[in-house]
């Protein structure tokens, strides 16, 4: 587990070493898993992610000028822009704090700019969601300085507009609820359509979630992400227009795609089919976790999976062969790809006593058939995002 309070105190003192006073508040927020439930947040489904033991950490202070100076330990590299100038952000983790910032003033607008450094330990691009923490991080540190009146599900909405409106990606709220609302030792599961959430305890028994990184990180799949979100209203409006009583993605049930009657080359009605399975695969999973039927459990998990790659259509040959690999250990219950998809990670259910084994058997077989490493992770599952206001810097 790695010790957060040490994490806390190297990003205050990264803060001091550049900007040579104390920061006045420091966020921390996870990353996350998922359990299960995938692609339904933006089809106002169901899912069950868990923030995890890596957090994005924003240390900032207010500047007398107008400036918003920001320094990325991980990028090392950093960005300056006035407030209310002109700035064209060229990577993406300067379109995430140019966003936030843009967002946040223009509903508390700000007189005076800032300054903030940023750094952490999730591995970006693996689809542990490094962007959905930094945007939860900086969002309550802003509404921390600058004292306003926000409300958590609020806050995480204005995250998400900055993937909307400044990355352009309709993504939905996972990444965001599960920085900002996890407990720890607990999994989250989320209504997507009523935006309640509930938590319950992650009694894993002996057994435990290993999550392997793929390595392949491809730009395409923001577009496709695109296209599928593209696909599925495509989808809800066809259903709509046919006459059947359907105002929600959540009113849609199997009967309703079997009978509709088919279009030559339609992807939505498999799409569709993929986001009404999975969300009743979330209500199963939630069973059986209580039961503690871990043997069930890993069924769903490899049922998700196949639907992702089948029906959804996200999957890479690279995840699917985790997940075949992973299938073939004595000591995994399941697995599937895990997170928006086309690389990225796979979520596995194995035997604590196998966990050794099979993280060897997986990155062996993994190194011989693609000649690439992936990396092996185990997660304690943590609280979601903190904030510490005005401590002392140790150094
Ligand atoms: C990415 C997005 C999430 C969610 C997942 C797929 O992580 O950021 O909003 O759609 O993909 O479940």
């Known amino acids: 587990m790695f010790d957060l309070d040490k994490l806390v105190d190297k990003s205050r003192l990264k803060f001091v070493q550049r900007f040579g006073g104390e920061p006045l508040c420091t966020t921390a927020a996870p990353g996350r898993i998922n359990i299960i439930g995938e692609h339904t947040d933006y089809n106002g489904g169901l899912a069950m992610p868990a923030a995890i033991d890596r957090w994005i950490l924003v240390s900032l202070r207010p500047r007398s000028d107008k400036r918003i100076v920001v320094e990325s330990l991980d990028f090392q590299s950093e960005l300056t822009f006035e407030l209310g100038g002109h700035f064209e952000p060229f990577q993406n983790w300067q379109r995430y704090i140019t966003g936030v910032v843009a967002i946040f003033n223009s509903l508390f607008p700000l007189s005076y700019g800032l300054e903030a450094s940023i750094g952490g330990n999730i591995p970006i691009g693996s689809g542990l969601s490094s962007s959905g923490a930094l945007e939860v991080a900086l969002m309550n540190a802003f509404r921390s300085i600058y004292k306003v009146d926000l409300k958590d599900l609020e806050l995480i909405k204005l995250c998400s507009r900055v993937d909307h409106e400044f990355l352009n990606i309709k993504s939905g709220l996972l990444d965001q609820f599960a920085s900002q609302f996890s407990r720890r030792g607990y999994f989250l599961v989320i209504d997507f359509c009523s935006l309640n959430y509930r938590s319950f305890k992650a009694d894993m028994q002996d057994w435990i979630w290993v999550v392997v990184d793929s390595g392949i990180h491809r730009e395409l799949a923001g577009s496709k992400y695109m296209e599928r979100v593209e696909e599925c209203k495509q989808g809800l409006r066809c259903l709509r227009q046919s006459g059947l009583s359907i105002n929600h993605f959540r009113d849609i049930t199997v009967s309703?795609?079997?009978?509709?009657?088919?279009?030559?080359?339609?992807?939505?009605?498999?799409?569709?089919?993929?986001?009404?399975?999975?969300?009743?695969?979330?209500?199963?999973?939630?069973?059986?976790?209580?039961?503690?039927?871990?043997?069930?459990?890993?069924?769903?998990?490899?049922?998700?999976?196949?639907?992702?790659?089948?029906?959804?259509?996200?999957?890479?040959?690279?995840?699917d062969f985790l997940v075949n690999s992973a299938l073939a250990h004595p000591g995994c219950a399941g697995g599937r790809m895990m997170g928006g998809g086309f690389g990225g990670c796979t979520l596995n259910l194995i035997r604590k006593k196998a966990a050794t084994d099979f993280a060897d058997k997986v990155s062996q077989d993994y190194q011989q058939q693609f000649d690439l490493n992936a990396q092996v992770y185990h997660f304690n599952l943590v609280d979601g995002v903190k904030v510490y206001a005005q401590n002392p810097v140790k150094s």
Do not use: M, T
């Not at 939505?268 to 089919?273: A, E, M, Q, V």
């Not at 039927?293 to 639907?307: A, R, T, Y």
């Open 256 to 319: 309703h795609l079997k009978n509709f009657p088919p279009i030559p080359s339609e992807p939505w009605r498999k799409r569709l089919r993929h986001v009404v399975s999975e969300n009743q695969r979330v209500r199963d999973a939630e069973a059986y976790l209580s039961k503690g039927d871990f043997e069930s459990l890993g069924k769903i998990l490899v049922q998700s999976h196949e639907s992702l790659r089948r029906e959804y259509e996200v999957s890479c040959k690279e995840l």
